[in-house]
């Protein structure tokens, strides 16, 4: 699983407190960047205000601190009531209307005009939380309140003190990065969660992939796996001109061990027999349960000859085999054959499948070739 790196751990910690557990992957989002925006905000906004009270402009000052504390309010509401809905439009409210309250504050457009980048905000946050036609709706809004500060504007030049042309200049400037600062961290975070995400449904695809060829039981390959797996070695076998052999093994009395000994020892006879078998090939080989009893084995790049000495010494590992309660060891009965130029996937498990049978016709626990 990719992991944030740690200011972003500390990110998803505080943002993860108004996501509920059923919540789908895409409003967990949605909570996680509105809670991390408008507490990023807030923030910065204590600074704000210390630099607004600090240059002469104290009542300017006030008003992100009490945006502040507002915001850890209803933030702190939203954790406890998870009402992200309400939530939204009252952040969304806040982060527009906060930078024209400051604006007003300063005088008009000559002293606060750089504060309005926060205001593109609101817009911002309904396109990306709701739809293109609610952010449309914001910005006419904004552009209202625009409108209205342009009409007041003469007649809050006259009733606030000019702000140096040094400190405005500096005011943009620290509002237009801390701005695209904000927006960088929202980007980035966003491409973070769902880099993780992707790897996550990566790893959750792998697994559910691994459940449906895996013998629950015996934890080898199961036949679903097995028929995708020879029709890969036939065709190679056919491209390369190399040879490829099958054995088929099927486990000795096997009814009896149920019956005498109930399905409980009956499974763990199959577990103990893959578990032996899987000792026993390379790493090239594949093994998987044919169904019930039965196991088959491929062994690209080996003959018949080759296939018939793995088989006996499968035969004689498992009589070293030692199940409880059984008195003694396994025996199974093997068939090997090897691909002939024509054969296809049917022909080439019917004939291995004639093998075993012919080694169980010839009192089992032995090695029939076909």
């Known amino acids: 699983m990719a992991k944030f790196p740690t200011p972003l751990r500390l990110l998803h910690w505080w943002a993860s407190h108004g996501v509920s557990e059923d919540d789908s992957d895409d409003l967990r989002l949605k909570k996680e960047v509105m809670t991390i925006v408008s507490s990023a905000i807030a923030l910065l906004a204590i600074g704000w205000g210390a630099l607004y009270a600090v240059t002469g402009y104290p009542w300017s000052g006030a008003i992100p601190w009490s945006y502040s504390v507002i915001v850890l309010i209803s933030t702190l509401h939203f954790f406890y009531s998870k009402q992200f809905d309400f939530f939204l439009i009252s952040q969304q409210w806040l982060i527009l209307l906060l930078p024209f309250f400051l604006m007003w504050s300063l005088g008009g457009f000559a002293n606060g005009s750089a504060v309005m980048i926060w205001a593109f905000f609101a817009p911002l946050a309904a396109l990306f939380f709701i739809d293109l036609r609610e952010a449309g709706r914001w910005m006419l809004v904004f552009l209202m309140l625009l409108v209205l500060s342009a009409l007041l504007d003469p007649w809050l030049a006259e009733r606030v003190r000019p702000m140096p042309q040094w400190l405005n200049t500096l005011y943009f400037l620290m509002n237009l990065g801390l701005g695209f600062s904000l927006i960088a961290l929202m980007l980035y975070y966003f491409v973070k969660d769902r880099e993780r995400a992707y790897q996550q449904l990566q790893q959750s695809q792998v697994h559910i992939e ?161």
């Open 210 to 370: 691994q459940l449906l060829l895996t013998d629950d039981l015996t934890r080898v390959d199961n036949r679903r796996s097995l028929n995708e797996r020879l029709q890969e070695e036939l065709a190679r076998a056919v491209r390369y001109g190399s040879p490829l052999s099958i054995i088929m093994i099927d486990a000795d009395h096997f009814k009896a061990i149920n019956d005498q000994h109930g399905h409980a020892v009956g499974d763990e006879v199959l577990v103990a027999l893959a578990r032996t078998l899987q000792e026993c090939v390379r790493g090239s080989d594949f093994l998987a349960r044919y169904g019930g009893e039965e196991f088959m084995i491929l062994l690209p790049e080996t003959g018949r000859d080759g296939a018939a000495s793995m088989a006996e010494r499968m035969r004689e590992a498992l009589w070293a085999l030692r199940v409880e309660p059984l008195e003694s060891g396994l025996t199974a009965s093997f068939g090997v054959t090897e691909m002939h130029e024509s054969d296809d996937a049917d022909r080439l498990i019917q004939r291995v499948d004639a093998a075993m049978y012919k080694a169980k016709d010839s009192g089992r626990d032995r090695v029939c070739i076909l």
